[in-house]
């Protein structure tokens, strides 16, 4: 079975970096898709970036130079470091995977299967 377990969160300032960690376990994942999305309180999920089955990154708009994904295929691991971060980036961040997502259908939550339970990331002005 499929798990994801994220860890790296935490309370930081604005301004300051961050980096994500998700370890990957139960399947063999370098046919996999792997990303994050976060959810602030109050809002929808939102995709923030991931990395396809062929290394190419895809990202929100929003998120574009300041969020960069990366894998380590050899720890079926991917991270996710955030730098410049604003008080606005605060959220649960939650790691994801797929074997099905297109240059399409990549921001989609329903696309995932495989989602981790959420590490929670505070910034403080």
């Known amino acids: 079975q499929v798990q994801l377990v994220e860890s790296g969160g935490g309370l930081v300032q604005a301004g300051g970096s961050l980096r994500l960690s998700c370890a990957a376990s139960?399947?063999?994942?370098?046919?996999?898709?792997m990303g994050w999305f976060r959810q602030a309180p109050g809002k929808e999920r939102e995709f923030l970036a991931c990395?396809?089955?062929?290394?190419?990154?895809y990202y929100a708009n929003s998120v574009k130079g300041r969020f960069t994904p990366s894998k380590d295929n050899a720890k079926d691991t991917v991270y996710l470091q955030i730098n410049s971060l604003k008080p606005e980036d605060t959220a649960v961040y939650y790691c994801?995977?797929?074997?099905?997502?297109?240059?399409?259908?990549?921001?989609?939550?329903?696309?995932?299967?495989?989602w981790g339970q959420g590490t929670q990331v505070t910034v403080s002005s």
């Open positions: 139960g399947g063999t994942f370098s046919g996999y898709a």
């Open positions: 994801v995977a797929s074997r099905r997502i297109t240059i399409r259908t990549y921001p989609r939550r329903s696309e995932y299967d495989y």
């Open positions: 990395i396809g089955s062929g290394g190419i990154k």
